[in-house]
Each structure stands twice: as C-alpha cells, then as structure tokens.
C-alpha cells in the first residue's frame, strides 16, 4: 500500500546502497555464471553517466530527441557488420528493444504477420526445443502461435534436428534456434536449422547474444566453431 507519507531522499538513498551493495557483492564474488553482463568498472561508470544524461529521453520524441535515432541506426549497423550484414553482406534492417525477451517476441509477431498476409496462415505454429528461453512461450501466449517443443540430443544437448524436421508442418512459420541455451549453455545447429527453414519456407530466428560472445567463445560450449549468422541462408531474424 501507497505510505501515508513518503521517505526522505536520504533514506532512500541509504536503502538503495544497503540492497543494491549487498546484492552486487554476490557477482563481484564470482558466484553468478551468467545474470550479470558487463565491461569492468570503467565500463560500467561511463554506462552510468550515459543513462544519467539520458534519464528523462522519450525515443517515442525523435524530433526532440534526435541523437537517439542516430545512436540506433549506428548500434543496427555495427551489429549487421559484426554478424555478416552491411557493405558487402546480407542487407540487414533492425531496431533496438528493452532486452532479449522483447527481441525475440517481435521477431514472433514479424513472423505471425508476415506469414498470415504472405501465406494466409490464419493457425500458426512455430518450433523450439525444450530448453529454448522463456521468451518464446510468452510470446506464443501473447500472440497466438501454437508452440511445439522438440527435445534436445543427449549427447550434445542442443536441438533433435529429427524431432525437429519431424514437428514442422503446413503452418509452421519461425524456427526458433537458442545460441546459447539456458541450462546448459550449447548453441543448436544453426546451419543445419536455417537449412531446414529454407527447405520447408520457414521463418528462422536466433539470439545476436552468440556474435557478442564471440571473442570469449570459451564460455559457450559448443563442439563446432560459430558460425556467422548472416552467411547461413534460411536465417533471417537475429535478436
Ligand atoms: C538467449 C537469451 N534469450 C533471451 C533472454 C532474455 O533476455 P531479457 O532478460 O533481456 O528479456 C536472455 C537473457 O539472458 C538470453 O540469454
């Protein structure tokens, strides 16, 4: 319930640095795997200073804030280079969004209405495997698309691409790739699938999050090297 009557900024201030300071103690301590995704102190306190200065920016406003619109467009381009778009790669189209779960679910509802007007699928259905991110069974609950779920192979905990094959059918639209997965941190076949998706017409999509990782690629476990999303054909969301 609202208090009567409200704290002193001083109090919320030491309340915030009591949580906040007991809480980032945990991951400065190393015992966090993932959760936690930064570039060390420096890092961190330039990415203060800009959220500071941009607290109160409405992008919704792009005629008062245009500079936000310009930092977009340059983060979609660096982005499509990194993963194989640009001057001489795929032509690549993007947006930025709040995180990972809104990604993905708009890269659902792209394909939700492009399949519909395209293809008249009216029921879609799109495929993941058992340990796909949470995102996409919101998404499906949001947005009306039925969700099938194949296993994963117990040897290499990624995607049964057999199950897989199996489960696509007449409406299927997005074949949804996890790069990593969340229990155990394997990234699925993403050429084998995007070979599918062009097969059968699919859409398909997978998380960028395996291009930032890149460089420490250690930290995903996976038993081939990555590949760069945008040369595989088929794909054609990343998130
Ligand atoms: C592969 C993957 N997909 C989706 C998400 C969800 O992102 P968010 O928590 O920003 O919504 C995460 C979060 O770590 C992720 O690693």
Known sequence: MLPETGLPAQRIRAMLRESAGAENAVWKAGKCSGSVYHGGAEHQALLNEAFSLYSLANPLHADV??????????????????????????????????????????????????????HGITDPDMV??????AAVDKGCEMLGIRLKKVPSDPRTHTMDLSALQAAIGPNTILLYASAPN????????????????????????????????????ALVLTSSPLPTPLSCPGLDVMT
């Open 65 to 118: 804030f245009p500079s936000l619109v310009k930092f977009e467009a340059e983060i979609v381009s660096m982005t499509a280079a990194l993963v194989g778009g640009g001057e001489g790669g795929r032509d690549v189209r993007g947006g930025t969004t709040s995180g990972g779960t809104e990604s993905i679910i708009l890269a659902m509802k792209a394909h939700r209405d492009y399949y519909r007007s395209e």
């Open 128 to 133: 993941c495997c058992i340990t796909a991110h």
């Open 182 to 217: 969340f229990p155990q941190g394997t990234v699925d076949d993403i050429p084998a699938m995007a070979a599918l998706a062009k097969r059968y017409g699919t859409g398909m999509s997978v998380p960028a999050i395996t291009d930032f990782q890149r460089p420490s690629s």
